[in-house]
């Protein structure tokens, strides 16, 4: 390539090129300089650069001057470091959205891990728990474990069961109704910390009509109520009471007896 054939903006970006490539950030010289590299002109210039570069730095520095200046602050390379990248206001913004969208997507993954079948039912009934005053309900002082045969024979309601887990708590009273949905509920107000159980449907596939399982119990929180779901038998079972997992978490992982 000669240098009759380079543009004039080559040319021009030419003169301000330094003698090593590894100094070059600009994008528009490193193209100069690569059309550039073959050229005998471009050769002779980097060579006499080199050449001027090399007797500069053999002339000694007067002392007078490296007493009043130190000599690591006269030349020194500036060279682009991470520092620099993070203080630059595009990659600072551009970190923070990707970090805002990295946090967004972690808590939709973890509120994904946690959903389960009846979960929008479980949180409807922990509004209706905080909102239920106990002389509303018929009293039946009894054990909860008990209450599976006073909903089927009272209330026709099949595997309307309190887990193992609490069936050795006592009982204030009950009541049944149906919800917005028109599912048949079961709620109960236990003795201890003031706690209330529901018992209702589980969700149902609405194409097949299949019952819609999950294994183990499944926590879910409402206005400072939560409820500990498990399903069985095509019911699912709530204990819910006014606090935090951690007041409901000694409940269910204890053996049943």
């Given at each position: 390539?000669?240098?009759?054939?380079?543009?004039?903006?080559?040319?021009?970006l030419l003169k301000c090129a330094p003698i090593g490539e590894k100094q070059i950030d600009d994008r528009s010289l490193r193209t100069a300089?690569?059309?550039?590299?073959?050229?005998?002109?471009?050769?002779?210039?980097?060579?006499?650069?080199?050449?001027?570069?090399?007797?500069?730095?053999?002339?000694?520095?007067?002392?007078?001057?490296?007493?009043?200046?130190?000599?690591?602050?006269?030349?020194?390379?500036?060279?682009?470091?991470?520092?620099?990248?993070?203080?630059?206001?595009?990659?600072?913004?551009?970190?923070?959205?990707?970090?805002?969208?990295?946090?967004?997507?972690?808590?939709?993954?973890?509120?994904?891990?946690?959903?389960?079948?009846?979960?929008?039912?479980?949180?409807?009934?922990?509004?209706?728990?905080?909102?239920?005053?106990?002389?509303?309900?018929?009293?039946?002082?009894?054990?909860?474990?008990a209450l599976g045969d006073y909903f089927f024979m009272k209330h026709r309601l099949a595997h309307y069961d309190v887990p193992a887990e609490f069936a050795d708590l006592k009982t204030l009273g009950l009541r049944?109704?149906?919800?917005?949905?028109?599912?048949?509920?079961?709620?109960?107000?236990?003795?201890?910390?003031?706690?209330?159980?529901?018992?209702?449907?589980?969700?149902?596939?609405?194409?097949?009509?299949?019952?819609?399982?999950?294994?183990?119990?499944?926590?879910?929180?409402?206005?400072?109520?939560?409820?500990?779901?498990?399903?069985?038998?095509?019911?699912?079972?709530?204990?819910?009471?006014?606090?935090?997992?951690?007041?409901?978490?000694?409940?269910?992982?204890?053996?049943?007896?």
């Amino acid at each position: 390539m000669s240098a009759t054939r380079l543009s004039r903006r080559d040319q021009i970006l030419l003169k301000c090129a330094p003698i090593g490539e590894k100094q070059i950030d600009d994008r528009s010289l490193r193209t100069a300089v690569h059309h550039a590299r073959n050229t005998p002109a471009f050769a002779t210039q980097q060579n006499f650069d080199k050449a001027a570069a090399a007797l500069v730095q053999a002339i000694p520095i007067p002392k007078e001057i490296i007493e009043w200046v130190p000599t690591e602050t006269l030349i020194v390379p500036e060279r682009t470091t991470w520092k620099k990248y993070v203080q630059n206001p595009v990659f600072l913004a551009t970190g923070i959205a990707a970090l805002v969208i990295a946090v967004i997507l972690a808590f939709q993954l973890i509120d994904r891990l946690n959903r389960f079948p009846g979960e929008p039912t479980a949180r409807r009934l922990l509004t209706t728990a905080a909102s239920t005053h106990s002389v509303i309900l018929d009293p039946v002082k009894t054990n909860a474990g008990a209450l599976g045969d006073y909903f089927f024979m009272k209330h026709r309601l099949a595997h309307y069961d309190v887990p193992a887990e609490f069936a050795d708590l006592k009982t204030l009273g009950l009541r049944v109704f149906d919800d917005e949905e028109g599912q048949r509920v079961a709620q109960v107000w236990a003795v201890e910390k003031k706690m209330q159980f529901f018992l209702f449907p589980a969700e149902r596939d609405p194409k097949s009509g299949a019952t819609k399982h999950f294994n183990g119990w499944r926590y879910v929180d409402q206005d400072r109520w939560t409820g500990v779901v498990k399903e069985e038998g095509g019911v699912c079972f709530m204990a819910a009471l006014r606090g935090s997992q951690g007041d409901l978490a000694p409940y269910v992982s204890k053996p049943k007896s």
